[in-house]
């Protein structure tokens, strides 16, 4: 190819060309972009966009005109198809050879021979999508600008709606520390990417008003939003739970439109309004639509065409609640827009598609930004790295994304995905590009990501590094040799990327997953080979005498690794964190950063332990505190032998993948990434009296120290049985069993064994353990088949661990 190379020279610059082989690009110069739609403010947006987007990275001068000059060669045309034949016939030819577009496609055709490239659009949108296809396929850099040798491509978005959630709360891990320019330079961004939708949020959510890093007010940044949006020609959704604690009585009800007539009136743009049934604002369905007729007039009188989307998103839906509520939604209101599938919607998608009437289209809402305690976790993630990044990390997950998408797709008419912050950066690409066609590979939307935000050339490295972060979440992270090849990987590209490259925000929320994931996987093999030691000590306690044994132990226990290694990645860790915070606002700590708890601040845990250490501290002071030997060496026994269900017992971790042979489900991750119809692997301990865990500690109850075993647990959600089986049990033996309820839904269960009662309705949350007897008559092959099931309304059964243990 031609490479174009600026150079100083007597106080002005020059083009230098030299000619380097390669096969995929062309370099242009002297580039013109060519708008033939005058009276297309979109279109002369997007010709905008084209030059602004060039010129920044290639720091070259782009004209722009808006007529065709007699000699096109590089040059950039702009124009509707419906326009098409004022094109030279010969290009009119090739677009018409092309296949056919529809609503907000574009066609992208390259002349092989006066490197002119055609940007037609189905309409002004289409144009617009059709810039970002060729800013994402082209390979601009400093003095340097080169187009695909060959381009012709004809696409049309399979989805609607194709969006993304910008909340500006402080609940966020970074939305609340941007500029009205942030949030138009990221707006543009995910444009570029096909996006046709932002979803705002209004003032009086379930989040303060208020943060010590925002510029605006809620409305005010809300305004801008919708400015901003209008600006690009995308549509504006508004995000408005039901707040107040009264919907029947009428001073009541006034006080909530009037807060309504006061945003809907401010707010410039506002094409739909998406009303959770719950999380937050729970009503009854019947009670929920006859408020949402009330808001529809009002929203009315501001914004004539917009129209009101719900969702069943409630907590503990009952069947008589979701029969209500499907049988409003398709009174078919005029106000009514559609119906929104995301968290917290008992319905998988397919009944909620044939329980909804046809003609109503159904948006999901997708959760990218949570990792765990979410709508699409982690499958069976590793506990060291639940503990330390936790529910709100940086997750890019390209392939599960693309999975979840492509499963739940097929009964959707698109998306607006539920994001808190710039943590799931990556899965907001992605999504966006499945939406607009389910068929593309992500490893080609991570190529095209890492060349247009970070290096043209370093793409490839870039888009396999993040490919390679989400193997980091596969397995158990003991055996996972991975980590270490991906750190690898990511320490080299900062060696070798320039320092504007390096200093690109996206490449540091990659880079500080590597070194952070390194440093995990390191601490966790010091900290379990520490706890084997320290096991070894009191396992030893007759021979040592108890004493001795509990002081080694905790000491050893207590030992951090002295690794200049360790500490050089932990420091470049918080190194990152600061750069993010200062690059993007991203809050990764609480004290420094301004995170809140439990949203975001994973920094903040990076030196939790990885390992039982707490418990077993915790029982090393308690038994050192008795003044008998005999009884410590007891208690030492009880330490030792906790998950010991004896001769002919069994005992299941259900935080770990090998209980899952237990599992009497056989419906796979890939089937149901929602776990709507499978048990869950979740976490989280219990805190008496208090549902809401956002981080998993080794606290619970009382504020006790726990196992590490009580902070995960097999779970299903709903009214969805809980089902494992035992086998090869002794039927001339009596049997009893052991339950550790200590997951944070507290809900109400009972339990069968074969289909007779073990225990009747308990609500867990008041004491972890539980121990029954295991009725004589369902052993009688040999097999038994437990079976949680929780009460109407619940939220779900949560068990972490059953020993069964054989009497005689």
Not at 308 to 329: A, C, E, G, H, M
Not at 521 to 535: C, F, G, T
Not at 552 to 557: D, F, T, V
Not at 695 to 708: H, K, L, N, S, V
Request: proline fraction near 5%; aromatic fraction near 10%; glycine fraction near 6%.
């Amino acid at each position: 190819m031609v490479l174009i190379r600026r150079m100083a020279l007597a106080g002005g610059l020059i083009l230098i060309l030299c000619c380097v082989a390669y096969s995929q690009t062309k370099t242009v110069s002297n580039l013109t972009v060519i708008n033939l739609e005058k009276g297309e403010k979109l279109v002369a947006r997007s010709a905008g966009i084209l030059s602004e987007e060039i010129e920044k990275r290639s720091n070259l001068r782009i004209a722009s005109v808006n007529k065709m000059p007699k000699n096109v060669n590089n040059s950039v045309i702009l124009c509707l198809e419906k326009n098409v034949n004022n094109l030279p016939a010969s290009y009119k030819e090739k677009l018409s050879a092309m296949s056919k577009v529809g609503k907000e496609g574009y066609k992208l055709l390259k002349s092989d021979d006066s490197n002119v490239i055609l940007v037609v659009g189905a309409d002004p949108r289409g144009v617009l999508y059709g810039v970002g296809k060729l800013l994402r396929s082209m390979e601009i850099k400093e003095g340097q600008i080169c187009i695909p040798e060959k381009l012709q491509i004809a696409s049309t978005p399979k989805s609607s709606i194709r969006g993304h959630q910008l909340g500006y709360r402080p609940k966020t891990n970074a939305y609340d520390a941007w500029t009205v320019a942030q949030f138009d330079r990221y707006i543009r961004d995910l444009a570029i990417f096909g996006a046709n939708s932002i979803e705002i949020i209004p003032p009086n959510t379930d989040d303060d008003n208020t943060s010590p890093l925002m510029k605006l007010s809620l409305l005010d940044m809300a305004v801008e939003q919708s400015k901003i949006c209008d600006s690009y020609g995308i549509d504006v959704w508004m995000w408005y739970p039901n707040m107040g604690s009264d919907y029947e009585n009428a001073d009541s009800i006034k006080v909530q439109l009037d807060e309504r007539r006061e945003v809907f009136k401010k707010i410039p743009k506002l094409d739909a309004l998406f009303v959770p049934g719950g999380d937050p604002g729970d009503l009854d369905p019947d009670l929920l639509f006859a408020f949402l007729e009330k808001e529809a007039k009002l929203l009315k009188e501001y914004h004539p065409q917009a129209k009101i989307w719900v969702s069943p998103q409630v907590f503990r839906p009952t069947k008589d609640w979701l029969d209500k509520f499907y049988n409003q939604v398709n009174k078919k209101y005029p106000w009514f827009g559609g119906v929104v599938f995301g968290p917290w919607v008992k319905s998988t998608a397919k009944e909620m598609r044939s329980r909804v009437d046809a003609s109503i289209p159904i948006r999901h809402y997708p959760d990218i930004t949570h990792s765990v305690c979410s709508q699409y976790p982690v499958p069976y993630w590793d506990l060291a790295f639940l503990r330390t990044l936790g529910r709100e990390c940086i997750n890019p997950r390209p392939l599960d994304e693309k999975a979840i998408h492509n499963k739940i797709g097929e009964f959707c008419d698109g998306s607006i995905s539920y994001s808190e912050g710039i943590n799931d950066d990556v899965n907001k690409f992605i999504w966006s590009d499945q939406d607009w066609d389910p068929d593309i590979q992500v490893i080609n939307t991570l190529r095209e990501y890492a060349r247009f935000f970070i290096s043209p050339d370093y793409a490839e490295d870039i888009a396999q590094g993040i490919m390679s972060l989400e193997q980091n979440f596969k397995g158990s992270l003991l055996t996972n040799s991975n980590v270490s090849r991906t750190y690898q990987q990511w320490q080299n590209m900062e060696k070798r990327l320039s320092e504007k490259e390096s200093g690109s925000y996206r490449f540091q929320l990659a880079l500080i997953r590597a070194y952070y994931d390194e440093y995990i996987y390191r601490r966790l093999m010091h900290e379990r080979a520490m706890e084997s030691n320290a096991i070894e000590l009191l396992s030893a306690a007759n021979e040592l005498g108890s004493r001795t044994a509990l002081s080694s132990a905790k000491e050893m226990l207590l030992k951090l690794s002295d690794s200049d290694n360790m500490t050089k990645v932990r420091s470049r860790c918080f190194d990152l964190a600061d750069l993010l915070f200062a690059n993007i606002g991203a809050q990764l700590t609480m004290g420094k950063h301004f995170a809140m708890d439990g949203r975001g601040n994973f920094m903040d845990n990076i030196d939790l332990p990885l390992n039982n250490s707490p418990w077993l501290l915790d029982q090393v002071d308690r038994i050192s505190k008795l003044g008998d030997e005999k009884e410590r060496l007891v208690q030492i026994d009880k330490v030792l032998n906790r998950t010991n269900p004896g001769p002919g017992g069994f005992y299941d971790n259900f935080g770990t993948l090998e209980a899952m042979k237990r599992l009497k489900s056989t419906v796979n991750w890939a089937d149901d990434p929602g776990f709507l119809e499978s048990p869950c692997p979740d976490a989280g301990i219990c805190l008496r009296d208090e549902e809401w865990v956002h981080e998993i500690t080794a606290q619970g109850f009382d504020d006790q120290a726990c196992p590490e075993a009580w902070m995960t647990q097999f779970t299903t959600f709903y009214d969805n049985p809980l089902e494992v089986f035992y086998t090869d049990l002794d039927v001339n033996s009596s049997y009893r069993i052991k339950i550790a309820y200590t997951g944070r839904y507290q809900s109400k269960m009972k339990l069968f064994a074969n289909g007779y009662l073990i225990h009747d309705f308990i609500r867990a949350g008041k004491q972890p353990v539980y121990e029954f007897k295991i009725p004589q008559k369902a052993l009688t092959d040999g097999t038994i088949l437990l079976r949680w099931e929780t009460e109407a309304g619940e939220r779900g059964c949560q068990v972490s661990e059953v020993w069964i243990v054989k009497e005689d």
